[in-house]
């Protein structure tokens, strides 16, 4: 691959909904622009972006994929993103490093949820936007539909730049409105009759478009002079970069109809990294904020936004270079980890190929093998001149199971494999439960969590089970109670003997234990003082009433008795145990839970729905308060409720809604729940 300057870049993420056809469009531009000798195709498992065994197998994308192909003296970088909602960790880091965001959308299922939240990410990044309506051959293709779903949906500064010429089984190839001309299998000719006015109607409203977006061009445009097609294409390019324009391209990718002229338009009007607004920086490790100059010639500063277990090269780290240039051979400052870097070989990303490069230049995407401490999100640049890239906002782990190992011994492949992955997907999380003791994955949904099992199994060997973790319940006494406990032994050789008098109360919630020694005159010898203690922490961390550990009481220990002879330590913990156990089951014991606030965000319409469900899963309703055009609602439910609601939440709102989930404090469980926890616990 030749070196391109800054200039001749173009980045591209492709977002939208599953099955919009992101990847085949992918495919058959990387074809298009003789980047592959044959055009991939998902269906048959050939596509050059869903390569991993885990989306052949499915169907669907799953992880980003970088692709570059050279079209008209530019070399095109193609982000292709997955669709499906558990991926989206993948979608903001793509989104992070693109200056163009090509929403596709299906000519038969128009605007879907997927597009929006593309639109969304897009929008929260700056990022200049573009429309592709893809699957023009399909039956039922309506390009007009669409296009009035977009702007009812995005604003009417979407505008169209392509017109389909048929559809479905008729659709041949596009007129291009901004040059007025027709294309259908790579042949130039005039507008079909029959659009012509359609054509011209749509010329407008790009004119005006473009005249918005330069201020010249305004003056003209306003005095009623004609803007030359020259001056309507530098409007046009501006205003894609600024953010006023949206346009709307179509096509099918599948037929490889009307990809080529998008490859040229990319190249002719979409932003290279010089025609984007500069990346704003913090200077070091100060407060103060700087921009990134974009050119060759700046200090080296790149974000790394992806990390990838390569089973040839290892750990591969993949950046974006926003400033200067990065070369093989060299060494490079992690501001984020205060580290020097060694850097080896630079290479560009073909799909799951590396191509060796000499450097990687501003504006450009590349990766490096074997770096020893960088991980995703991570800023490099030169010691001497310290930036912070601000890093991925990654999504939070909305869905946890237990992972149970099916083999014995296998915990410790588990654990390693699971930190592993994780490097790769910052939108998993791995913790041992301290109450349960289960290890616990999180990610995005169960289909998330399913591809990273099966993932364990390939890559590490261990296979292992997802359940629905255990409740970490705890025990606690709501009543005050005096009890005594006595452990004697006398029958032959030395004897046991120990004998305590404790009073057991309850303390206020989060104040864990408490223990208080008021013997006086040497009832019980002071040197078993601390075995009574122990006794008495052991036996509520194994828990009385159900198995769970014993939280917020006071035991008081004020009287008891010794034999000069029998007594032990051992003794005295075994008494001062036999008296929590005793007492504990007279004073009024309960079980706590988790309760957890919850935050769901989801729009007007489905407030109803979520509130009674809410009521449903025991949950308690704070408030609800709008913001950006949806409403939050906060309310606290118990976690026992809670474990599949990332499930719930989709299928009540089609993936619209949003939730957060942080733990707020435990309650007293209800009678008739406690009691089935309590026989559950006992049958086990
Ligand atoms: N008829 C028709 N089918 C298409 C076209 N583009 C894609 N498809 C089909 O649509 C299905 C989904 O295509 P993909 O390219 O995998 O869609 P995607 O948007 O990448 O899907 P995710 O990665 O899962 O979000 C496949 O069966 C494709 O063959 C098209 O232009 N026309
Ligand atoms: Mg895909």
Known sequence: MKNYSSNQLRNLVLVGHGGCGKTMLADAMLFTAKATDRLGKVDEGTSVLDYDPEETKRKISINTVVAPCEYNSCKINILDTPGFFDFIGEVKSAVKVADTGVIVACAVSGVEVGTEKGWRFLEENDVARVFYINKMDRENANFRKVLAALQDKFGSRVVPVYLPIGE????QGIVDLIRGKA????????????????????????????AEADDDLLGKYLEGEELTPAEVMTGFKKGIAARLIFPVFCGSALQNKGIDRFLLDITEFFPS???????????????????????????????V?????????????LFRVYSGVLKSDSHIWNVTRN?????????????????????????????????????????????ENQVIIPPIDFPQPKLSMAVVPKGKGDEEKIGSGLARLREEDPSIKVEKDTTTHELILSGLGD??????????????????????????????????????????K????????????????????????????????????????????????ETMEEGILAGYPVVDIRATLYDGSYHSVDSSEMAFKIAASMALKKGFMDAKPILLEPVMLIEVTVPEEFMGDIMGDLNKKRGRILGMEPQDGMQIIRAHVPLAEVFQYSID??????????????????EEVPGNIAEEVIAAAKAE
């Open 339 to 383: 580290q020097d870097e060694r850097v080896g070989q630079l290479f560009v990303i073909k799909g799951k190929n590396q191509e060796p490069v000499s450097q990687i230049t501003a504006g450009d995407i590349g990766a490096v093998a074997k770096l020893q401490y960088t991980e995703t999100g991570d800023t490099l640049c030169l010691k």
């Open 183 to 210: 294309y259908i299998n790579g042949k130039e000719g005039e507008i079909p009759a029959e659009l012509e006015s359609e054509a011209k109607e749509y010329y407008h409203q790009l004119v005006e478009a473009a």
């Open 447 to 488: 289909l998330h969590l399913e591809v990273i099992t099966s993932k364990l199994q390939k890559k590490f060997g261990v296979e292992v089970e997802l359940k629905t973790p255990k409740v970490p319940y705890k025990e606690t006494i709501k009543g005050t109670v005096k009890v005594e406990g006595k452990h004697k």
């Open 305 to 317: 936004f992806k990390t990838m277990a390569d089973p040839f090269v290892g750990k591969l780290t």
């Open 168 to 171: 479905a089984e008729n659709f």
């Open 490 to 537: 006398q029958s032959g050789g030395r004897g046991q003997y120990g004998h305590v008098w404790l009073e057991l109360e309850p303390l206020p919630t989060g104040n864990g234990f408490e223990f208080v020694d008021k013997i006086f005159g040497g009832a019980v010898p002071k040197q078993y003082i601390p075995a009574v203690e122990k006794g008495l922490r």
């Open 273 to 303: 990294p010089l025609d984007v607004e500069a990346i704003k920086v913090r200077k070091g490790l100060s407060d103060e904020e700087t921009e990134l100059s974009p050119g060759a010639d700046g200090a080296t500063a790149a974000l």
């Open 649 to 666: 939440l989709r299928s009540m709102t089609q993936g619209r809604g949003d939730f957060t989930l942080t733990f707020d404090h435990y």
